[in-house]
Nanobody, 116 residues
Framework: QVQLVESGGGLVQPGGSLRLSCTAS????????MGWYRQAPGKQRELVAK??????AYADSVKGRFTISRDMAKNAIDLQMNSLKPEDTAVYYC???????????WGRGTQVTVSS
């Protein structure tokens, strides 16, 4: 059974930092596209960052502020978020997919709130 479990969300002031972590069980990270998505109230879920063994991509809105990384030993991916803005407030979801074969897994999400 595949499980993705996010942690690290919380309340932070504008300009602050948070680090999210996603631990996976039941899959091997190296075979999947791993990513972070977010969904703000009243908005559609959007890509934040994704990575494979050879490529990393970021949404324009987070470039230069967020960094996605992988810990193969822990089967985990992290999202370091710096210079946070109120518009970064959302539920952040971890994703693992092999869309080319129809596989798509999601975590339950972790809330990030940026507010003074």
């Amino acid at each position: 059974q595949v499980q993705l479990v996010e942690s690290g969300g919380g309340l932070v002031q504008p300009g602050g930092s948070l680090r999210l972590s996603c631990t996976a069980s039941g899959i091997s990270f190296g075979l999947y596209v791993m990513g972070w998505y977010r969904q703000a109230p009243g908005k559609q879920r959007e890509l934040v960052a994704k990575m494979t063994t050879s490529n990393i991509a970021y949404a324009d809105s987070v470039k230069g502020r967020f960094t996605i990384s992988r810990d193969m030993a822990k089967n985990a991916i992290d999202l370091q978020m710096n210079s946070l803005k109120p518009e970064d407030t959302a539920v952040y979801y971890c994703n693992a997919n092999q869309l080319w074969v129809g596989t798509d897994y999601w975590g339950r999400g972790t809330q990030v709130t940026v507010s003074s």
